[in-house]
């Protein structure tokens, strides 16, 4: 107990004194060293609060039990302000200390004391912080005490420093790393549903947050579409997709601002809509959602969205938004990298895709798909509505007989489209299996059936930008009408087996030989699609309502076969042709080619002939006459002749400045076709000098 006043036993307690308190590390020790040695003293005084931080500039008010209050203006404009003004010790009676500072004795829950003492302590900083000394008596060793303070209050404020920056070094080594795991784990992902669930797995393992969501531009107009996935219960549940409008979603202030931001999500909200399984998991009135906006190349390309599952976890300090929102920035890279491999993955798929329709179709080219033959009136008025029709966008529904030349016409209203820079895709509805037909329309994902062993896509997605032609429409199946009418009405799909919708834009022209609206009558063919098809009907003639063509057709079927099966044929007798006239033609224009064709091939000599047995009947009475042709007819005749006579002024030579093409004034893959369609082998040329 200190009981004498001899000044070596004052300087030891003093000195004993700041040796205990430089052995403090925390704040709450210091109070309670300086709290136990001063009820030693004679006046038996006790702190009751320091006001001093080494993090903050804020004042914090301890009480004898460490409790914090929130009064640093009080302080700041009462003793605090005093001793700063002075740089002395405070000292008041009880009375006098009322009278000076009545708010802050109100507010403060001061214990019992008949004297105030006010401290003025000099951290390391050179601030002046506050002590508060309340004793039984006037204490008279306040300059001895504020000197000793001062020293073990630098030296704690040095400690815990040090330490704050001992953790912040720390807690910025552990970022590091946990930004540097992260960033390598998603940039290991290519494709953009990896990456997303990657992201989800990463955000969970390091801050174990429950709802994690990477909302995009949808390629909907003011659409956005959200992956998320969720861990319950130690379980992993993924949503693949969910779209909702950009307006009715909590990530829209983060695409406009581009801040991060804390957002308290009611569950009555129409916004709470979009996190409809988050409060479905983990019920609750509301749900904190925090909001990070995905940053690349400067703009905002999507949002990252967490969530804790239990509401009053909190989970959202500066420092760990902070460096959420550096793993938004990586994340950003790790999206754009995912979504530029999807784009180059599929224009890949397509290509092969392509090759593979190309190498089905090679063998069905038909060179002379850019003429129709033929100037009877019904045709001309059919090219009429052709070209019409052609430079706009607008549905065709081709209706014809079989054999009137649908695919023709068909290739005829791509080329004269906007869209014929690239190729239109054609499909037979009659030739494809009712099982299959869905999947070589619309595509499907790997796995989607037994055998798909790759996704693969379809038709439509083939037909991107250009035109898709429809053979026999009327006999595509009834249960998947309603989809091919949601592609014709949205110009959006899904392919078999997926969930991704899949946006294109494509013209259709379908085709049939069937009546649709009798199909529609007897509920064999939806109403809704035969509308939605027959925005513009095209009616082809039957061959027996142009038997005006058929010269001509003969003349034009005879050459190419000629050319084709290396026969020579240079007479079309008149009564041939009168005899071809007659026959009704049930499988109009391809029956008539295939019957010139078998003459072709059976005609004993350069004059064609019709064998008995092709059942084309004779006109006995009608005269017969020979009609000489000079191949292939006119308006081909003087196109042979041009290109055989640059080619023999050439010596052979096709492209180059001196090529056959230079001459003739036309591309060199012009001049192959030409040369491809009317049977004309250079090398022929100058082999036998047949040409």
Same mark, same amino acid.
């Given at each position: 107990m200190f009981i004498t006043t001899n000044d070596h036993t004052q300087s =030891?307690?003093?000195?004993?004194?700041? /040796?205990?308190?430089?052995?403090?590390? =925390?704040? *709450?020790?210091?109070? &309670?060293?300086?709290?136990?040695?001063?009820?030693? /003293? !004679?006046?038996?005084?006790?702190?009751?609060?320091?006001?001093? =931080?080494?993090?903050? @500039?804020?004042?914090h008010i301890y009480d004898p039990q460490y409790r914090s209050l929130e009064q640093s203006e009080l302080f700041e404009n009462g003793p605090l302000h005093q001793i700063q003004t002075t740089r002395q010790p405070l000292e008041l009676s009880y009375d006098e200390f009322v009278k000076r500072y009545p708010a802050l004795f109100r507010q403060v829950n001061y214990p019992e004391f008949n004297y105030y003492t006010a401290l003025p302590l000099v951290d390391n900083k050179g601030r002046y912080n506050l002590c508060e000394i309340l004793s039984e008596k006037p204490f008279k060793d306040a300059q001895v005490l504020t000197h000793s303070l001062s020293i073990a209050l630098a030296h704690l404020q040095s400690h815990v420093e040090l330490r704050y920056q001992e953790r912040q070094l720390c807690r910025q080594r552990d970022d590091f790393h946990v930004l540097v795991n992260v960033t390598n784990s998603v940039l290991a992902q290519r494709e953009l549903d990896k990456v997303i669930l990657q992201i989800a797995r990463e955000i969970h393992r390091y801050f174990a947050l429950d709802a994690i969501t990477i909302t995009l531009p949808d390629n909907k107009p003011k659409h956005n579409i959200s992956y998320s996935t969720f861990f319950f219960n130690d379980q992993e549940i993924s949503l693949c997709e969910h779209r909702s409008l950009s307006k009715k979603s909590p990530s829209r202030q983060v695409f406009e601002h581009a801040k991060r931001s804390l957002h308290s999500l009611n569950n009555d909200e129409d916004m709470a809509l979009s996190e409809q399984k988050l409060f479905e998991l983990w019920p609750a009135l509301s749900h904190q959602l925090g909001l990070l906006p995905i940053i690349y190349a400067g703009k905002v390309c999507g949002v990252l969205k967490v969530a804790h599952g239990e509401p009053n976890t909190d989970s959202f300090s500066q420092n760990r938004l902070a460096l959420l929102e550096q793993i938004a920035e990586r994340v950003g890279i790790a999206i754009d990298n995912a979504l530029a491999y999807q784009q180059i993955k599929s224009l890949k798929e397509q290509l092969v895709h392509e090759n593979h329709y190309l190498s089905e179709q090679i063998d069905q080219i038909d060179h002379q798909f850019d003429q129709i033959i033929g100037r009877s009136s019904a045709i001309s008025n059919v090219m009429k509505q052709i070209e019409l029709v052609a430079k706009t966008d607008c549905s065709v529904l081709l209706l014809g007989e079989t054999g009137t030349g649908k695919e023709l016409f068909a290739k005829a209203i791509h080329q004269l489209s906007p869209r014929n820079e690239k190729r239109m895709i054609k499909m037979n509805c009659a030739a494809m299996p009712a099982g299959l037909l869905e999947s070589d329309l619309f595509g499907h994902e790997k796995g989607a059936f037994t055998g798909a062993s790759t996704s693969r896509a379809g038709r439509f997605e083939l037909a991107h930008q250009s035109s898709l032609f429809l053979d026999e429409i009327g006999d595509m199946p009834l249960e998947l009408q309603p989809k091919l009418l949601r592609v014709l009405q949205e110009q959006e799909f899904e392919r078999l087996g997926g969930s991704k919708l899949i946006q294109v834009n494509v013209r259709l022209i379908a085709a049939t030989n069937r009546d649709l609206k009798q199909m529609v009558e007897d509920k064999s063919f +939806?109403?809704?699609?035969?509308? +939605?098809?027959?925005?513009?009907?095209?009616?082809? !003639?039957?061959? +027996?309502?142009? @038997?005006?063509?058929?010269?001509? @057709?003969?003349?034009?079927?005879?050459?190419?076969?000629?050319?084709?099966?290396? +026969? $020579?044929?240079? %007479?079309? !007798?008149?009564?041939?042709?009168?005899?071809?006239?007659?026959?009704?033609?049930?499988?109009?224009?391809? *029956?008539?080619?295939?019957?010139?064709?078998?003459?072709?091939?059976?005609?004993? &000599?350069? *004059? @064609?002939?019709?064998?008995? $047995?092709?059942?084309?009947?004779? $006109? %006995?009475?009608?005269? %017969?006459?020979?009609?000489?042709?000079?191949?292939?007819? #006119?308006? $081909?005749? /003087?196109?042979?002749?041009?290109?055989?006579?640059?080619? #023999?002024? =050439?010596?052979?030579?096709?492209?180059? !400045?001196?090529?056959?093409?230079?001459?003739? &004034?036309?591309?060199?893959?012009?001049?192959?076709?030409?040369? #491809?369609?009317?049977?004309?082998?250079?090398?022929?040329?100058? %082999?036998?000098?047949?040409?």
């Open positions: =030891t307690f003093w000195l004993d004194l700041t /040796h205990q308190l430089l052995e403090q590390f =925390t704040i *709450e020790d210091f109070l &309670g060293c300086l709290q136990q040695k001063l009820a030693t /003293h !004679p006046a038996h005084g006790q702190p009751t609060l320091l006001v001093s =931080t080494a993090e903050q @500039l804020s004042w +939806r109403s809704d699609l035969f509308y +939605r098809l027959n925005v513009f009907p095209v009616r082809l !003639p039957p061959l +027996r309502e142009r @038997l005006e063509d058929i010269p001509t @057709l003969v003349k034009f079927f005879a050459f190419k076969a000629a050319r084709r099966l290396g +026969r $020579e044929i240079n %007479s079309i !007798p008149a009564k041939v042709l009168h005899q071809l006239q007659q026959h009704p033609w049930p499988g109009n224009v391809r *029956e008539l080619e295939n019957v010139v064709e078998r003459a072709v091939l059976l005609s004993p &000599g350069r *004059e @064609l002939c019709l064998p008995p $047995e092709l059942n084309i009947q004779s $006109e %006995s009475d009608f005269a %017969s006459f020979s009609h000489q042709v000079a191949p292939p007819p #006119k308006p $081909e005749h /003087h196109q042979y002749d041009q290109i055989i006579s640059a080619l #023999k002024a =050439t010596n052979g030579i096709v492209a180059g !400045p001196r090529g056959a093409a230079q001459k003739l &004034g036309i591309k060199r893959t012009t001049l192959l076709s030409r040369m #491809k369609r009317l049977g004309i082998d250079k090398n022929a040329i100058f %082999s036998d000098g047949s040409y």
